[in-house]
């Protein structure tokens, strides 16, 4: 077979037809059949390292997964313009009816670091510079605090930003009245790519919990 598609893809293919689909036939048999039914919708960066199906070693089937710059939910604004993230909110909660939804952001996060050093538009569109506005209300002010270190503020802001997509997830009437009525409930996490730490938001205290250390305090 001659072809110019990436080689590596083409192994990892025969990989997974002789090692996974044995043992996923049935379930996707079952999914082509049946269609998806999947209970969380996750919403992350397109950062190659954090993968939600790796991550929380899902099937397939599990999770409705939607990834963009720096995991960002923009307000609910049905301007007639093309919403990808909207979109898949819009699929997935009337059409999937999950029950959850996940807003998963990351340590080390490009996007992130982009709007903080505020860097030079990367082509004529500006695509990126556009798109981490939304992470800034109008009027407010975003900088590093005095004796925070920049590593410190870095981490500070890619968990706002996780705070931010949660708060501007519930500007959608479909999300909020299905959360009001206690049919789904948001999440926020944050993954350490170095250590693959998991953290998850505690919502009564406001601050990402490990999970790795609930495991082994038992809790």
């Avoid at 890619?158 to 009437?173: G, I, Q």
């Amino acid at each position: 077979m001659t072809t110019s598609f990436p080689q590596h893809l083409l192994e990892g293919y025969r990989a997974f037809t002789s090692q996974r689909l044995p043992t996923e036939q049935t379930r996707y048999r079952e999914l082509s059949e049946r269609g998806q039914s999947p209970a969380v919708m996750v919403i992350g960066c397109c950062d190659s390292r954090v993968s939600p199906e790796v991550i929380f070693d899902a099937g397939p089937g599990e999770l409705f997964v939607v990834r963009n710059v720096a995991n960002l939910v923009p307000v609910f604004q049905p301007d007639g313009g093309a919403h990808g993230v909207s979109a898949a909110l819009e699929y997935a909660v009337q059409v999937l009816r999950i029950k959850h939804v996940v807003v998963l952001g990351h340590a080390q996060c490009g996007g992130i670091r982009a709007f903080i050093d505020d860097i030079d538009p990367l082509s004529p569109g500006d695509f990126i510079g556009r798109w981490m506005a939304m992470f800034i209300k109008p009027g407010e002010k975003v900088g590093q605090r005095e004796h925070e270190t920049r590593e410190d503020f870095t981490t500070r802001i890619e968990k706002a930003a996780v705070f931010r997509s949660l708060e501007n997830l519930m500007t959608f009437p479909f999300v909020r009245s299905r959360v009001e009525r206690g049919e789904m409930e948001l999440h926020g996490a944050y993954f350490g790519v170095a250590e693959g730490s998991l953290f998850v938001l505690d919502k009564a205290t406001k601050e990402f919990r490990s999970v790795r250390e609930a495991q082994n305090a038992g809790g």
